[in-house]
Protein backbone atom coordinates (compact mmCIF):
# COMPACT_ATOMS: atom_id res chain seq x y z
CA UNK A 1 0.00 0.00 0.00
CA UNK A 2 1.93 3.13 -0.90
CA UNK A 3 1.98 6.06 1.57
CA UNK A 4 -0.26 8.70 -0.48
CA UNK A 5 -3.62 6.57 -1.11
CA UNK A 6 -5.69 9.00 0.65
CA UNK A 7 -4.76 11.86 -2.20
CA UNK A 8 -6.31 10.63 -5.20
CA UNK A 9 -6.23 13.11 -8.70
CA UNK A 10 -9.02 14.89 -9.24
CA UNK A 11 -10.60 14.41 -12.99
CA UNK A 12 -10.22 18.09 -13.55
CA UNK A 13 -7.06 18.55 -11.52
CA UNK A 14 -4.21 18.19 -13.86
CA UNK A 15 -0.90 19.41 -12.00
CA UNK A 16 1.42 21.87 -13.74
CA UNK A 17 3.47 20.69 -16.37
CA UNK A 18 7.13 19.88 -15.29
CA UNK A 19 9.47 18.04 -16.83
CA UNK A 20 9.60 13.99 -17.29
CA UNK A 21 12.96 12.51 -17.43
CA UNK A 22 14.25 8.69 -18.62
CA UNK A 23 16.04 7.08 -15.95
CA UNK A 24 19.07 5.71 -16.27
CA UNK A 25 18.45 1.33 -16.50
CA UNK A 26 21.86 -0.17 -16.81
CA UNK A 27 21.78 -3.13 -19.28
CA UNK A 28 18.06 -1.90 -20.50
CA UNK A 29 18.17 2.02 -21.76
CA UNK A 30 20.59 1.96 -23.89
CA UNK A 31 20.95 4.23 -27.51
CA UNK A 32 18.48 2.13 -28.88
CA UNK A 33 16.51 2.23 -26.36
CA UNK A 34 16.72 5.67 -25.84
CA UNK A 35 15.70 6.58 -29.09
CA UNK A 36 12.78 4.45 -29.63
CA UNK A 37 11.26 6.09 -26.45
CA UNK A 38 11.91 9.24 -27.16
CA UNK A 39 10.19 8.82 -30.52
CA UNK A 40 7.31 7.97 -28.84
CA UNK A 41 7.56 11.38 -27.56
CA UNK A 42 7.28 12.93 -24.13
CA UNK A 43 10.66 13.03 -22.86
CA UNK A 44 12.44 15.97 -22.16
CA UNK A 45 15.78 14.53 -21.18
CA UNK A 46 17.62 10.82 -20.94
CA UNK A 47 20.62 9.45 -19.19
CA UNK A 48 23.04 7.17 -19.84
CA UNK A 49 24.34 3.83 -18.20
CA UNK A 50 26.76 4.64 -15.99
CA UNK A 51 30.60 5.09 -16.90
CA UNK A 52 32.62 3.40 -13.77
CA UNK A 53 35.04 5.69 -12.98
CA UNK A 54 37.73 4.74 -11.02
CA UNK A 55 41.19 7.24 -10.48
CA UNK A 56 41.67 7.73 -13.87
CA UNK A 57 40.64 9.88 -17.30
CA UNK A 58 38.45 6.84 -19.43
CA UNK A 59 39.66 6.85 -22.86
CA UNK A 60 36.97 8.55 -25.32
CA UNK A 61 35.92 5.48 -26.82
CA UNK A 62 34.22 4.15 -23.59
CA UNK A 63 32.25 7.17 -23.89
CA UNK A 64 31.43 7.14 -27.04
CA UNK A 65 30.47 3.10 -26.86
CA UNK A 66 27.97 4.00 -24.30
CA UNK A 67 26.52 7.14 -25.72
CA UNK A 68 26.93 7.23 -29.40
CA UNK A 69 24.55 9.87 -29.44
CA UNK A 70 27.52 12.14 -28.59
CA UNK A 71 28.16 11.98 -32.37
CA UNK A 72 25.16 13.63 -33.04
CA UNK A 73 25.08 16.29 -30.89
CA UNK A 74 24.42 14.48 -27.41
CA UNK A 75 20.34 14.00 -29.11
CA UNK A 76 18.66 11.41 -29.60
CA UNK A 77 17.23 11.53 -33.38
CA UNK A 78 14.09 12.94 -32.27
CA UNK A 79 15.92 15.36 -30.31
CA UNK A 80 16.09 14.63 -26.92
CA UNK A 81 19.53 15.38 -24.41
CA UNK A 82 21.21 12.45 -23.40
CA UNK A 83 23.05 13.03 -20.18
CA UNK A 84 26.50 11.39 -19.72
CA UNK A 85 25.94 9.52 -16.34
CA UNK A 86 29.16 8.98 -14.15
CA UNK A 87 29.48 6.82 -10.94
CA UNK A 88 32.58 6.52 -8.70
CA UNK A 89 34.06 8.47 -5.45
CA UNK A 90 37.18 10.15 -6.50
CA UNK A 91 35.97 13.65 -6.81
CA UNK A 92 39.11 14.36 -9.07
CA UNK A 93 38.41 11.78 -11.09
CA UNK A 94 35.03 12.02 -11.57
CA UNK A 95 35.97 16.04 -12.56
CA UNK A 96 38.10 14.93 -15.46
CA UNK A 97 36.32 12.31 -16.63
CA UNK A 98 33.07 14.98 -16.41
CA UNK A 99 35.19 17.54 -18.39
CA UNK A 100 35.96 14.92 -21.11
CA UNK A 101 32.26 14.14 -21.65
CA UNK A 102 31.71 17.61 -22.51
CA UNK A 103 34.45 18.08 -24.64
CA UNK A 104 32.70 14.94 -26.65
CA UNK A 105 29.78 16.85 -26.71
CA UNK A 106 27.87 15.66 -23.19
CA UNK A 107 24.44 18.31 -23.17
CA UNK A 108 24.97 17.87 -19.15
CA UNK A 109 26.92 15.13 -16.62
CA UNK A 110 24.63 13.13 -14.18
CA UNK A 111 26.04 11.83 -10.80
CA UNK A 112 24.73 8.40 -9.87
CA UNK A 113 24.89 8.12 -5.85
CA UNK A 114 21.76 5.78 -5.86
CA UNK A 115 23.33 2.33 -7.43
CA UNK A 116 22.95 -0.56 -4.67
CA UNK A 117 25.14 -3.31 -6.59
CA UNK A 118 27.16 -4.71 -3.78
CA UNK A 119 30.24 -4.63 -6.15
CA UNK A 120 29.76 -1.30 -6.68
CA UNK A 121 29.26 -0.11 -2.88
CA UNK A 122 32.17 -2.20 -2.12
CA UNK A 123 34.53 -0.07 -4.06
CA UNK A 124 32.89 3.15 -2.64
CA UNK A 125 30.70 4.23 -5.12
CA UNK A 126 27.05 4.50 -5.78
CA UNK A 127 24.41 5.00 -2.71
CA UNK A 128 26.97 3.85 -0.02
CA UNK A 129 28.42 7.52 -0.42
CA UNK A 130 25.03 8.59 0.67
CA UNK A 131 26.77 7.67 4.41
CA UNK A 132 28.58 10.33 3.54
CA UNK A 133 27.35 14.00 3.33
CA UNK A 134 30.13 16.16 2.36
CA UNK A 135 31.57 13.73 0.02
CA UNK A 136 28.87 13.64 -2.41
CA UNK A 137 28.88 17.51 -2.05
CA UNK A 138 32.71 17.07 -2.28
CA UNK A 139 31.89 15.29 -5.60
CA UNK A 140 28.97 17.67 -6.98
CA UNK A 141 31.49 20.50 -6.17
CA UNK A 142 34.48 19.26 -8.13
CA UNK A 143 31.87 18.01 -10.91
CA UNK A 144 30.10 21.02 -11.30
CA UNK A 145 33.75 23.47 -10.77
CA UNK A 146 35.08 21.52 -14.12
CA UNK A 147 32.82 22.00 -16.56
CA UNK A 148 31.54 25.41 -18.19
CA UNK A 149 28.41 26.85 -16.33
CA UNK A 150 26.06 26.67 -19.01
CA UNK A 151 26.26 22.55 -18.89
CA UNK A 152 23.89 21.26 -16.20
CA UNK A 153 25.25 19.32 -13.30
CA UNK A 154 22.36 16.72 -12.30
CA UNK A 155 22.53 14.37 -9.48
CA UNK A 156 20.07 11.03 -8.43
CA UNK A 157 20.16 9.79 -5.03
CA UNK A 158 18.10 7.60 -2.76
CA UNK A 159 16.74 8.70 0.24
CA UNK A 160 19.43 7.48 2.19
CA UNK A 161 21.40 4.18 3.05
CA UNK A 162 20.11 2.37 5.66
CA UNK A 163 17.11 5.14 6.78
CA UNK A 164 16.40 8.88 5.44
CA UNK A 165 18.11 10.43 8.61
CA UNK A 166 20.69 11.73 6.32
CA UNK A 167 18.53 13.64 3.63
CA UNK A 168 18.04 16.79 4.96
CA UNK A 169 22.32 17.00 4.99
CA UNK A 170 22.48 15.00 1.52
CA UNK A 171 20.51 17.84 -0.73
CA UNK A 172 21.57 20.66 0.94
CA UNK A 173 25.03 20.08 0.54
CA UNK A 174 24.38 18.92 -3.14
CA UNK A 175 22.11 22.32 -3.92
CA UNK A 176 25.05 24.40 -2.15
CA UNK A 177 27.76 22.72 -4.44
CA UNK A 178 25.25 24.02 -7.39
CA UNK A 179 23.48 20.99 -9.21
CA UNK A 180 21.57 21.56 -11.22
CA UNK A 181 18.64 19.33 -10.75
CA UNK A 182 18.31 16.34 -7.94
CA UNK A 183 16.60 12.92 -8.87
CA UNK A 184 15.03 11.35 -5.62
CA UNK A 185 14.03 7.96 -6.05
CA UNK A 186 12.40 7.45 -3.27
CA UNK A 187 13.33 4.86 -1.51
CA UNK A 188 16.89 3.75 0.49
CA UNK A 189 19.66 1.33 -0.45
CA UNK A 190 17.87 -1.18 2.26
CA UNK A 191 14.40 -0.75 0.61
CA UNK A 192 15.94 -1.63 -2.92
CA UNK A 193 13.14 -1.87 -5.21
CA UNK A 194 10.11 -2.95 -2.80
CA UNK A 195 7.39 -0.95 -3.23
CA UNK A 196 6.04 1.49 -2.08
CA UNK A 197 8.51 4.25 -2.70
CA UNK A 198 7.99 6.60 0.03
CA UNK A 199 6.91 10.21 -2.09
CA UNK A 200 5.49 11.99 0.44
CA UNK A 201 9.03 11.49 2.74
CA UNK A 202 10.92 13.59 -0.37
CA UNK A 203 8.65 16.38 0.51
CA UNK A 204 10.44 17.39 4.19
CA UNK A 205 13.55 18.59 1.53
CA UNK A 206 11.13 20.32 -1.19
CA UNK A 207 10.31 23.89 -0.70
CA UNK A 208 7.67 25.52 -2.05
CA UNK A 209 8.06 27.16 -5.86
CA UNK A 210 11.03 24.32 -6.03
CA UNK A 211 12.12 23.82 -9.62
CA UNK A 212 14.84 21.47 -9.35
CA UNK A 213 13.60 18.51 -7.92
CA UNK A 214 12.57 15.47 -9.63
CA UNK A 215 10.28 12.63 -8.06
CA UNK A 216 11.85 8.86 -9.09
CA UNK A 217 9.95 5.43 -7.93
CA UNK A 218 7.20 3.57 -8.40
CA UNK A 219 5.46 5.83 -11.13
CA UNK A 220 3.87 2.93 -13.04
CA UNK A 221 0.81 5.18 -14.47
CA UNK A 222 -0.73 8.86 -15.39
CA UNK A 223 -2.78 8.16 -11.93
CA UNK A 224 1.09 7.85 -9.84
CA UNK A 225 2.56 10.41 -12.06
CA UNK A 226 0.12 13.09 -10.00
CA UNK A 227 0.38 11.15 -6.56
CA UNK A 228 3.62 11.02 -6.46
CA UNK A 229 3.96 15.09 -7.57
CA UNK A 230 1.79 16.07 -4.93
CA UNK A 231 2.99 13.68 -2.37
CA UNK A 232 6.53 14.72 -2.72
CA UNK A 233 6.20 18.61 -3.40
CA UNK A 234 8.59 18.20 -6.66
CA UNK A 235 7.59 19.32 -10.17
CA UNK A 236 9.51 16.76 -12.70
CA UNK A 237 9.04 13.09 -12.59
CA UNK A 238 11.73 10.26 -13.67
CA UNK A 239 10.54 7.67 -14.99
CA UNK A 240 12.04 3.69 -14.74
CA UNK A 241 10.76 0.60 -15.00
CA UNK A 242 7.33 2.67 -15.82
CA UNK A 243 8.80 3.46 -18.72
CA UNK A 244 9.66 -0.08 -19.83
CA UNK A 245 6.02 -1.52 -19.23
CA UNK A 246 4.38 1.53 -20.90
CA UNK A 247 6.53 2.82 -23.23
CA UNK A 248 3.71 5.36 -24.39
CA UNK A 249 3.50 6.35 -20.50
CA UNK A 250 5.52 9.83 -21.38
CA UNK A 251 3.30 11.06 -23.34
CA UNK A 252 -0.10 10.35 -21.57
CA UNK A 253 1.56 12.01 -18.67
CA UNK A 254 2.38 15.32 -21.09
CA UNK A 255 -1.52 14.93 -22.51
CA UNK A 256 -3.01 15.17 -18.91
CA UNK A 257 -0.54 17.73 -17.91
CA UNK A 258 -2.14 19.49 -20.91
CA UNK A 259 -5.31 18.85 -20.37
CA UNK A 260 -5.29 17.59 -23.59
CA UNK A 261 -7.44 14.08 -24.67
CA UNK A 262 -4.35 11.42 -24.13
CA UNK A 263 -3.34 9.22 -27.55
CA UNK A 264 -4.51 6.01 -27.68
CA UNK A 265 -2.63 3.66 -25.72
CA UNK A 266 -0.08 2.08 -28.34
CA UNK A 267 -1.26 -1.51 -29.29
CA UNK A 268 0.85 -4.87 -28.94
CA UNK A 269 1.33 -5.07 -32.40
CA UNK A 270 2.64 -1.96 -33.06
CA UNK A 271 4.54 -2.34 -29.81
CA UNK A 272 6.46 -5.94 -30.46
CA UNK A 273 7.27 -4.64 -33.92
CA UNK A 274 9.05 -2.18 -31.48
CA UNK A 275 10.75 -4.84 -29.44
CA UNK A 276 11.76 -6.52 -32.86
CA UNK A 277 13.46 -3.53 -33.77
CA UNK A 278 15.07 -2.77 -30.62
CA UNK A 279 16.28 -6.34 -30.97
CA UNK A 280 18.01 -5.77 -34.37
CA UNK A 281 19.38 -2.28 -33.68
CA UNK A 282 20.67 -3.41 -29.87
CA UNK A 283 20.92 -6.51 -28.70
CA UNK A 284 21.79 -8.53 -32.22
CA UNK A 285 25.12 -6.47 -32.27
CA UNK A 286 26.23 -7.73 -29.26
CA UNK A 287 27.78 -11.04 -29.33
CA UNK A 288 28.43 -11.62 -25.73
CA UNK A 289 24.86 -10.63 -24.81
CA UNK A 290 22.26 -11.61 -27.42
CA UNK A 291 18.46 -10.85 -26.50
CA UNK A 292 19.49 -9.89 -23.06
CA UNK A 293 17.86 -6.47 -23.07
CA UNK A 294 14.90 -7.61 -25.28
CA UNK A 295 14.17 -10.02 -22.79
CA UNK A 296 14.28 -7.89 -19.97
CA UNK A 297 12.32 -5.02 -21.62
CA UNK A 298 9.39 -7.97 -22.51
CA UNK A 299 9.73 -9.21 -19.05
CA UNK A 300 8.53 -5.40 -17.86
CA UNK A 301 5.90 -5.29 -20.66
CA UNK A 302 4.28 -8.49 -19.56
CA UNK A 303 2.77 -5.99 -16.50
CA UNK A 304 1.11 -3.89 -19.26
CA UNK A 305 0.47 -6.38 -22.33
CA UNK A 306 -0.22 -9.72 -21.02
CA UNK A 307 0.81 -10.77 -25.23
CA UNK A 308 4.11 -10.18 -24.18
CA UNK A 309 4.16 -13.33 -22.05
CA UNK A 310 3.90 -15.58 -25.34
CA UNK A 311 7.05 -13.55 -26.81
CA UNK A 312 9.19 -14.04 -23.83
CA UNK A 313 8.31 -17.45 -23.55
CA UNK A 314 9.48 -17.73 -27.26
CA UNK A 315 12.57 -15.95 -26.63
CA UNK A 316 13.71 -16.76 -23.25
CA UNK A 317 15.89 -19.85 -23.89
CA UNK A 318 17.43 -18.30 -27.07
CA UNK A 319 20.77 -16.88 -27.21
CA UNK A 320 21.60 -16.58 -31.18
CA UNK A 321 20.29 -13.68 -33.40
CA UNK A 322 18.59 -16.32 -35.81
CA UNK A 323 16.35 -18.29 -33.83
CA UNK A 324 15.16 -15.10 -31.88
CA UNK A 325 14.53 -13.37 -35.44
CA UNK A 326 12.18 -16.85 -36.15
CA UNK A 327 10.86 -16.28 -32.90
CA UNK A 328 9.76 -12.88 -34.00
CA UNK A 329 8.15 -14.37 -36.90
CA UNK A 330 6.13 -17.20 -35.08
CA UNK A 331 4.74 -15.10 -32.88
CA UNK A 332 3.88 -12.49 -35.83
CA UNK A 333 1.90 -15.62 -37.15
CA UNK A 334 0.31 -15.95 -33.47
CA UNK A 335 -0.96 -12.65 -33.59
CA UNK A 336 -2.18 -12.70 -36.94
CA UNK A 337 -4.19 -16.23 -36.32
CA UNK A 338 -5.71 -14.45 -32.93
CA UNK A 339 -7.41 -11.48 -35.69
CA UNK A 340 -5.29 -8.76 -35.74
CA UNK A 341 -5.98 -8.03 -39.29
CA UNK A 342 -2.95 -5.12 -39.45
CA UNK A 343 0.05 -5.05 -42.20
CA UNK A 344 3.43 -6.02 -40.25
CA UNK A 345 5.04 -2.80 -40.65
CA UNK A 346 8.47 -1.33 -39.89
CA UNK A 347 8.58 2.30 -38.52
CA UNK A 348 12.00 2.86 -39.49
CA UNK A 349 11.56 6.48 -38.13
CA UNK A 350 11.74 5.26 -34.68
C1 LIG B 1 17.61 -2.74 -14.38
C2 LIG B 1 17.84 -1.42 -13.69
C3 LIG B 1 19.03 -0.71 -13.90
C4 LIG B 1 19.25 0.51 -13.26
N1 LIG B 1 20.40 1.22 -13.52
C5 LIG B 1 20.60 2.43 -12.95
C6 LIG B 1 21.74 3.24 -13.26
O1 LIG B 1 22.59 2.88 -14.09
N2 LIG B 1 21.87 4.42 -12.62
C7 LIG B 1 20.97 4.88 -11.72
O2 LIG B 1 21.14 5.99 -11.19
N3 LIG B 1 19.86 4.16 -11.44
C8 LIG B 1 19.66 2.96 -12.02
N4 LIG B 1 18.52 2.26 -11.76
C9 LIG B 1 17.51 2.83 -10.90
C10 LIG B 1 16.44 3.56 -11.74
O3 LIG B 1 17.02 4.65 -12.43
C11 LIG B 1 15.30 4.07 -10.86
O4 LIG B 1 15.83 4.96 -9.92
C12 LIG B 1 14.58 2.94 -10.13
O5 LIG B 1 14.28 1.88 -11.00
C13 LIG B 1 13.30 3.44 -9.44
O6 LIG B 1 12.40 3.94 -10.39
P1 LIG B 1 11.16 3.04 -10.92
O7 LIG B 1 10.44 2.53 -9.71
O8 LIG B 1 10.38 4.01 -11.76
O9 LIG B 1 11.75 1.93 -11.72
C14 LIG B 1 18.29 1.03 -12.37
C15 LIG B 1 17.11 0.31 -12.16
C16 LIG B 1 16.86 -0.89 -12.80
C17 LIG B 1 15.57 -1.62 -12.55
Redesign the pocket.
Known amino acids: MLDTQSCLPGQNDPLPEGRIVL???????DAAMRRMLTGLGGYSRC????IRVTDVLLPERVFLRLCPELATGGRTVHGVPVYT?L?GSNAQALALNARRAVALGAPGV?L?????AKTVNNSLG?SILLKYPSRVADIVTAVRDAVPSQIPVTA?I?LGYDNCQALPEIVEGIRRAGATEL?I???TRFDG?K?P?WWSRVAAVVRPGDDRTCI?????DVADSILARRASGCRHV???????AAPDLARRIRAQAAGIESPETLSWLELSQFVELQFLRSDSQSPKHVGNRTK?WLAYLKRSYPQAADLFGRLRTLHDVSPIIAAFAEHRRHLANCDHPQDFFCRADF
Open positions: APMEGVIVTEFQLDNFGCPGKRAHARYPANGEIWMLGRGALQ
